[in-house]
Protein backbone atom coordinates (compact mmCIF):
# COMPACT_ATOMS: atom_id res chain seq x y z
CA UNK A 1 0.00 0.00 0.00
CA UNK A 2 1.55 3.33 -1.13
CA UNK A 3 0.11 6.28 1.52
CA UNK A 4 0.03 9.82 0.34
CA UNK A 5 -0.35 13.15 2.35
CA UNK A 6 -0.36 15.95 0.19
CA UNK A 7 -0.86 19.49 1.27
CA UNK A 8 -1.09 22.61 -1.43
CA UNK A 9 -0.92 26.50 -0.61
CA UNK A 10 -1.70 28.32 -3.39
CA UNK A 11 -0.87 31.85 -4.48
CA UNK A 12 -4.43 33.49 -3.40
CA UNK A 13 -5.34 34.30 0.31
CA UNK A 14 -6.55 31.74 2.40
CA UNK A 15 -6.17 29.25 -0.48
CA UNK A 16 -5.29 25.48 0.04
CA UNK A 17 -6.14 22.15 -0.45
CA UNK A 18 -5.07 18.87 1.62
CA UNK A 19 -5.37 15.36 0.20
CA UNK A 20 -4.69 12.22 1.47
CA UNK A 21 -5.16 8.74 -0.77
CA UNK A 22 -3.78 5.26 -0.44
CA UNK A 23 -2.76 4.00 -3.62
CA UNK A 24 -2.01 0.36 -5.53
CA UNK A 25 -3.52 -1.17 -2.73
CA UNK A 26 -5.42 -4.25 -2.54
CA UNK A 27 -8.32 -5.16 -0.38
CA UNK A 28 -8.61 -9.08 0.75
CA UNK A 29 -11.43 -11.63 2.75
CA UNK A 30 -10.06 -14.65 3.71
CA UNK A 31 -10.58 -15.65 7.16
CA UNK A 32 -7.73 -17.54 8.79
CA UNK A 33 -8.49 -21.10 8.99
CA UNK A 34 -11.23 -22.82 11.92
CA UNK A 35 -12.36 -18.94 12.31
CA UNK A 36 -15.48 -18.88 10.27
CA UNK A 37 -18.71 -20.35 10.81
CA UNK A 38 -20.22 -22.59 8.30
CA UNK A 39 -22.29 -19.65 6.61
CA UNK A 40 -19.37 -17.72 6.00
CA UNK A 41 -17.20 -20.58 4.60
CA UNK A 42 -19.92 -21.57 1.92
CA UNK A 43 -20.36 -18.01 1.17
CA UNK A 44 -15.87 -17.03 0.66
CA UNK A 45 -14.41 -18.81 -1.84
CA UNK A 46 -11.02 -21.04 -0.12
CA UNK A 47 -8.58 -18.38 -1.67
CA UNK A 48 -10.72 -15.50 0.34
CA UNK A 49 -11.43 -12.65 -2.44
CA UNK A 50 -9.13 -9.73 -3.38
CA UNK A 51 -9.47 -6.68 -5.24
CA UNK A 52 -6.95 -3.44 -5.63
CA UNK A 53 -7.59 -0.31 -5.48
CA UNK A 54 -7.13 3.90 -5.04
CA UNK A 55 -8.90 6.00 -2.87
CA UNK A 56 -8.32 9.44 -1.52
CA UNK A 57 -10.34 11.52 0.31
CA UNK A 58 -9.46 15.55 0.65
CA UNK A 59 -10.60 19.15 1.01
CA UNK A 60 -10.16 22.31 -1.39
CA UNK A 61 -10.94 25.80 0.34
CA UNK A 62 -11.97 26.44 -3.38
CA UNK A 63 -14.27 23.33 -4.00
CA UNK A 64 -15.11 21.71 -0.68
CA UNK A 65 -14.79 17.89 -0.25
CA UNK A 66 -14.05 15.63 -2.65
CA UNK A 67 -12.91 12.08 -3.23
CA UNK A 68 -10.74 10.06 -5.73
CA UNK A 69 -11.06 6.66 -6.87
CA UNK A 70 -9.48 4.34 -9.58
CA UNK A 71 -10.41 3.57 -12.91
CA UNK A 72 -12.53 7.37 -13.31
CA UNK A 73 -14.20 6.87 -9.68
CA UNK A 74 -15.78 3.34 -10.28
CA UNK A 75 -15.35 -0.16 -9.20
CA UNK A 76 -17.27 -2.99 -9.58
CA UNK A 77 -17.25 -6.77 -8.66
CA UNK A 78 -18.70 -10.10 -8.61
CA UNK A 79 -18.59 -13.12 -5.84
CA UNK A 80 -20.37 -16.05 -6.65
CA UNK A 81 -21.19 -17.63 -3.92
CA UNK A 82 -23.65 -20.71 -2.99
CA UNK A 83 -25.11 -19.94 -0.16
CA UNK A 84 -28.78 -21.14 1.66
CA UNK A 85 -30.97 -19.52 3.76
CA UNK A 86 -34.27 -21.74 4.17
CA UNK A 87 -36.14 -21.08 0.73
CA UNK A 88 -33.70 -18.94 -0.52
CA UNK A 89 -30.13 -19.67 -2.56
CA UNK A 90 -27.85 -16.59 -3.13
CA UNK A 91 -25.77 -17.24 -6.04
CA UNK A 92 -23.75 -14.27 -6.51
CA UNK A 93 -23.28 -11.05 -4.68
CA UNK A 94 -22.65 -7.51 -6.57
CA UNK A 95 -20.61 -4.70 -4.95
CA UNK A 96 -19.89 -1.13 -6.84
CA UNK A 97 -18.52 1.74 -5.54
CA UNK A 98 -18.62 5.02 -7.39
CA UNK A 99 -16.58 8.26 -6.49
CA UNK A 100 -17.16 11.76 -8.51
CA UNK A 101 -14.94 14.66 -7.31
CA UNK A 102 -17.31 18.04 -8.45
CA UNK A 103 -19.95 17.56 -6.49
CA UNK A 104 -18.43 15.02 -3.81
CA UNK A 105 -20.13 12.17 -3.97
CA UNK A 106 -19.79 8.82 -2.96
CA UNK A 107 -22.00 5.59 -4.21
CA UNK A 108 -22.04 2.24 -2.81
CA UNK A 109 -24.72 -0.56 -3.83
CA UNK A 110 -24.49 -4.48 -2.52
CA UNK A 111 -26.64 -6.56 -4.32
CA UNK A 112 -27.43 -10.27 -4.73
CA UNK A 113 -28.83 -13.01 -7.34
CA UNK A 114 -31.38 -15.11 -4.78
CA UNK A 115 -32.97 -17.81 -5.78
CA UNK A 116 -36.22 -18.45 -3.99
CA UNK A 117 -38.04 -21.99 -3.79
CA UNK A 118 -42.36 -22.42 -2.90
CA UNK A 119 -43.29 -26.08 -3.66
CA UNK A 120 -43.33 -26.12 -7.63
CA UNK A 121 -42.79 -22.81 -7.94
CA UNK A 122 -38.37 -21.32 -8.53
CA UNK A 123 -38.04 -17.96 -8.71
CA UNK A 124 -34.92 -16.17 -9.72
CA UNK A 125 -34.41 -12.49 -8.43
CA UNK A 126 -31.27 -10.32 -10.18
CA UNK A 127 -29.35 -7.95 -8.36
CA UNK A 128 -31.64 -6.67 -5.27
CA UNK A 129 -30.06 -5.27 -2.15
CA UNK A 130 -29.32 -1.72 -0.63
CA UNK A 131 -27.52 1.09 -2.21
CA UNK A 132 -26.13 3.99 0.27
CA UNK A 133 -25.31 7.43 -1.48
CA UNK A 134 -23.29 9.90 0.69
CA UNK A 135 -22.39 13.16 -0.80
CA UNK A 136 -20.77 17.24 -0.11
CA UNK A 137 -23.50 20.05 0.18
CA UNK A 138 -21.82 23.05 -0.05
CA UNK A 139 -25.02 25.44 1.23
CA UNK A 140 -25.15 23.07 4.35
CA UNK A 141 -28.54 21.01 3.16
CA UNK A 142 -27.16 18.03 3.35
CA UNK A 143 -29.21 15.72 6.15
CA UNK A 144 -26.09 15.97 8.58
CA UNK A 145 -25.02 19.54 7.66
CA UNK A 146 -22.93 19.60 4.59
CA UNK A 147 -23.27 15.77 4.66
CA UNK A 148 -25.92 13.87 2.77
CA UNK A 149 -26.40 10.67 3.44
CA UNK A 150 -28.91 7.96 1.95
CA UNK A 151 -29.32 4.34 2.50
CA UNK A 152 -32.31 3.00 -0.08
CA UNK A 153 -33.73 -0.29 -1.49
CA UNK A 154 -32.19 -1.37 -4.64
CA UNK A 155 -34.41 -3.00 -6.89
CA UNK A 156 -34.13 -6.51 -8.95
CA UNK A 157 -34.02 -5.44 -12.78
CA UNK A 158 -35.67 -8.91 -13.68
CA UNK A 159 -37.44 -11.71 -12.11
CA UNK A 160 -37.36 -15.08 -13.79
CA UNK A 161 -40.57 -17.56 -13.28
CA UNK A 162 -40.46 -21.42 -13.56
CA UNK A 163 -43.07 -23.88 -13.03
CA UNK A 164 -43.16 -27.79 -12.57
CA UNK A 165 -46.38 -28.87 -11.03
CA UNK A 166 -48.48 -31.94 -12.21
CA UNK A 167 -51.11 -29.71 -14.02
CA UNK A 168 -48.64 -26.65 -14.89
CA UNK A 169 -45.34 -26.35 -16.69
CA UNK A 170 -43.42 -23.72 -17.95
CA UNK A 171 -42.18 -19.89 -17.10
CA UNK A 172 -41.15 -16.63 -17.85
CA UNK A 173 -39.39 -13.27 -16.83
CA UNK A 174 -40.15 -9.80 -16.12
CA UNK A 175 -38.19 -7.45 -16.78
CA UNK A 176 -37.86 -4.12 -15.13
CA UNK A 177 -36.43 -0.54 -15.83
CA UNK A 178 -38.12 1.69 -13.16
CA UNK A 179 -35.51 4.62 -14.16
CA UNK A 180 -37.34 4.50 -17.80
CA UNK A 181 -40.66 3.33 -15.86
CA UNK A 182 -41.43 0.56 -18.58
CA UNK A 183 -41.66 -3.11 -17.55
CA UNK A 184 -42.09 -6.19 -20.21
CA UNK A 185 -42.12 -9.90 -19.67
CA UNK A 186 -43.57 -13.05 -21.57
CA UNK A 187 -44.64 -16.35 -20.18
CA UNK A 188 -45.12 -19.62 -21.21
CA UNK A 189 -47.43 -22.65 -19.36
CA UNK A 190 -48.59 -26.00 -20.43
CA UNK A 191 -52.25 -26.03 -18.27
CA UNK A 192 -53.69 -29.58 -18.34
CA UNK A 193 -52.40 -30.11 -21.97
CA UNK A 194 -52.66 -26.45 -23.49
CA UNK A 195 -50.17 -24.77 -24.15
CA UNK A 196 -50.83 -21.33 -22.62
CA UNK A 197 -48.45 -17.97 -23.58
CA UNK A 198 -48.57 -14.52 -22.95
CA UNK A 199 -46.27 -11.24 -23.57
CA UNK A 200 -47.00 -7.71 -22.66
CA UNK A 201 -45.87 -4.44 -21.49
CA UNK A 202 -46.40 -1.79 -18.91
CA UNK A 203 -45.18 1.61 -19.47
CA UNK A 204 -45.32 4.62 -16.61
CA UNK A 205 -44.40 7.59 -18.67
CA UNK A 206 -46.32 8.65 -21.60
CA UNK A 207 -44.08 9.47 -25.08
CA UNK A 208 -44.09 13.54 -24.24
CA UNK A 209 -42.86 12.41 -20.59
CA UNK A 210 -46.04 13.53 -18.99
CA UNK A 211 -47.52 11.58 -16.44
CA UNK A 212 -49.58 8.62 -17.24
CA UNK A 213 -49.38 5.05 -18.34
CA UNK A 214 -49.98 2.47 -21.16
CA UNK A 215 -50.55 -1.34 -21.41
CA UNK A 216 -50.17 -3.74 -23.74
CA UNK A 217 -50.92 -7.49 -23.42
CA UNK A 218 -51.24 -10.50 -26.17
CA UNK A 219 -52.35 -13.85 -25.03
CA UNK A 220 -52.24 -17.15 -27.11
CA UNK A 221 -53.95 -20.50 -26.12
CA UNK A 222 -52.66 -23.63 -28.35
CA UNK A 223 -54.47 -26.71 -28.25
CA UNK A 224 -52.65 -29.83 -27.77
CA UNK A 225 -55.38 -31.92 -30.11
CA UNK A 226 -56.86 -29.59 -32.95
CA UNK A 227 -60.24 -28.62 -33.03
CA UNK A 228 -62.37 -30.13 -35.92
CA UNK A 229 -64.03 -27.76 -38.04
CA UNK A 230 -66.14 -28.24 -41.35
CA UNK A 231 -64.65 -28.78 -43.94
CA UNK A 232 -61.31 -30.50 -43.29
CA UNK A 233 -60.56 -27.42 -41.09
CA UNK A 234 -59.44 -27.46 -37.77
CA UNK A 235 -58.61 -24.77 -35.52
CA UNK A 236 -55.09 -24.64 -33.60
CA UNK A 237 -54.64 -21.65 -31.87
CA UNK A 238 -56.92 -18.80 -30.53
CA UNK A 239 -55.73 -15.50 -28.96
CA UNK A 240 -56.33 -11.75 -28.22
CA UNK A 241 -54.62 -8.35 -27.86
CA UNK A 242 -55.56 -5.71 -25.29
CA UNK A 243 -54.08 -1.93 -25.02
CA UNK A 244 -54.91 0.81 -22.70
CA UNK A 245 -53.36 3.67 -23.57
CA UNK A 246 -52.53 2.49 -27.45
CA UNK A 247 -52.96 3.14 -31.02
CA UNK A 248 -52.41 1.29 -34.11
CA UNK A 249 -49.46 2.38 -36.68
CA UNK A 250 -50.77 0.74 -39.75
CA UNK A 251 -47.67 1.76 -42.25
CA UNK A 252 -45.98 -0.10 -39.81
CA UNK A 253 -48.44 -3.47 -39.79
CA UNK A 254 -48.60 -3.00 -43.60
CA UNK A 255 -44.50 -2.88 -43.62
CA UNK A 256 -44.15 -6.33 -41.54
CA UNK A 257 -46.28 -8.30 -43.92
CA UNK A 258 -44.13 -11.28 -45.14
CA UNK A 259 -41.77 -10.81 -42.37
CA UNK A 260 -41.40 -13.33 -38.99
CA UNK A 261 -42.06 -9.72 -36.77
CA UNK A 262 -46.34 -9.99 -37.69
CA UNK A 263 -45.85 -13.52 -36.99
CA UNK A 264 -44.47 -13.16 -33.28
CA UNK A 265 -46.68 -11.05 -32.41
CA UNK A 266 -49.70 -12.74 -33.09
CA UNK A 267 -48.50 -16.46 -32.84
CA UNK A 268 -44.86 -16.40 -31.18
CA UNK A 269 -43.65 -19.84 -31.41
CA UNK A 270 -40.95 -19.29 -29.02
CA UNK A 271 -42.83 -16.18 -26.62
CA UNK A 272 -39.82 -16.44 -23.70
CA UNK A 273 -36.78 -16.83 -25.87
CA UNK A 274 -37.67 -14.39 -28.49
CA UNK A 275 -39.24 -12.14 -25.90
CA UNK A 276 -36.92 -8.59 -26.23
CA UNK A 277 -37.85 -8.81 -30.18
CA UNK A 278 -41.18 -9.47 -29.79
CA UNK A 279 -41.71 -6.87 -27.12
CA UNK A 280 -39.79 -4.56 -29.31
CA UNK A 281 -42.21 -5.47 -32.11
CA UNK A 282 -45.28 -4.96 -30.25
CA UNK A 283 -44.16 -1.22 -29.15
CA UNK A 284 -43.88 -0.19 -32.84
CA UNK A 285 -46.82 -1.87 -34.02
CA UNK A 286 -48.44 -0.20 -31.21
CA UNK A 287 -47.38 2.52 -29.72
CA UNK A 288 -48.75 4.25 -26.86
CA UNK A 289 -51.40 7.22 -27.46
CA UNK A 290 -53.29 8.77 -24.06
CA UNK A 291 -57.18 7.88 -24.44
CA UNK A 292 -57.14 5.53 -26.92
CA UNK A 293 -57.97 1.67 -26.50
CA UNK A 294 -57.04 -1.48 -28.45
CA UNK A 295 -58.36 -5.01 -28.71
CA UNK A 296 -59.19 -8.12 -30.78
CA UNK A 297 -59.26 -11.58 -31.66
CA UNK A 298 -57.20 -13.91 -33.48
CA UNK A 299 -57.27 -17.64 -34.37
CA UNK A 300 -55.00 -19.94 -36.04
CA UNK A 301 -57.14 -22.11 -38.58
CA UNK A 302 -55.05 -25.50 -40.55
CA UNK A 303 -56.68 -27.33 -43.29
CA UNK A 304 -55.74 -30.90 -44.37
CA UNK A 305 -54.81 -33.98 -42.82
CA UNK A 306 -51.28 -33.86 -41.84
CA UNK A 307 -51.90 -29.71 -41.77
CA UNK A 308 -50.74 -28.56 -45.53
CA UNK A 309 -51.78 -24.99 -44.85
CA UNK A 310 -52.14 -22.96 -41.66
CA UNK A 311 -53.86 -18.95 -41.82
CA UNK A 312 -53.30 -16.69 -38.62
CA UNK A 313 -56.36 -13.81 -38.62
CA UNK A 314 -56.64 -11.27 -36.70
CA UNK A 315 -59.54 -8.29 -35.82
CA UNK A 316 -57.99 -5.12 -34.30
CA UNK A 317 -60.42 -2.56 -33.41
CA UNK A 318 -59.00 0.89 -32.16
CA UNK A 319 -61.36 2.64 -30.21
CA UNK A 320 -62.96 5.63 -29.60
CA UNK A 321 -63.77 7.89 -32.34
CA UNK A 322 -62.46 7.68 -34.85
CA UNK A 323 -62.74 4.14 -34.69
CA UNK A 324 -60.06 1.73 -36.87
CA UNK A 325 -60.28 -1.83 -38.21
CA UNK A 326 -57.11 -3.56 -38.90
CA UNK A 327 -57.72 -7.37 -40.71
CA UNK A 328 -54.24 -8.69 -40.05
CA UNK A 329 -52.92 -12.46 -41.16
CA UNK A 330 -50.33 -14.39 -42.38
CA UNK A 331 -50.67 -17.81 -44.35
CA UNK A 332 -48.25 -20.72 -44.95
CA UNK A 333 -48.56 -23.78 -47.18
CA UNK A 334 -46.31 -26.47 -46.78
CA UNK A 335 -46.02 -28.68 -49.88
CA UNK A 336 -45.22 -32.86 -48.98
CA UNK A 337 -41.91 -33.77 -51.27
CA UNK A 338 -42.54 -37.49 -52.72
CA UNK A 339 -39.92 -39.97 -51.28
CA UNK A 340 -39.01 -42.71 -53.16
CA UNK A 341 -37.53 -46.28 -51.58
CA UNK A 342 -35.41 -48.11 -53.55
CA UNK A 343 -36.45 -51.78 -54.01
CA UNK A 344 -33.21 -53.08 -53.02
Do not use: C
Amino acid sequence: IDTNFIFNIGTGKGVFDVLFSIDKAKFKIAPAQGEADGFIQKLLPKEGISFPFDFGVGFSSTGGLYFKGNAGGTFETTLPVQAKLGPLTVDALHAKLVTQPDPAELKLGIVADIKAEIGPLNVVVQRVGMSANIAYKKDGSGTFGPIDASIKFSGPPGIGITVNAEAVKGGGFLSIDSANGRYFGAIQLEVFKLGISARGILETKMPDGKPGYSLLVAINVKFSTPIQLSMNFTLLEVGGIIGVNRTMNVPALQGALGTDALNAVMFAPKPVEDAPKIIAAMAEFFPAAEGRYIFGPMFKIGWGNPTLLTAEIGVIIEVPNPVRIALIGLIDAYMPRKIEVSKD
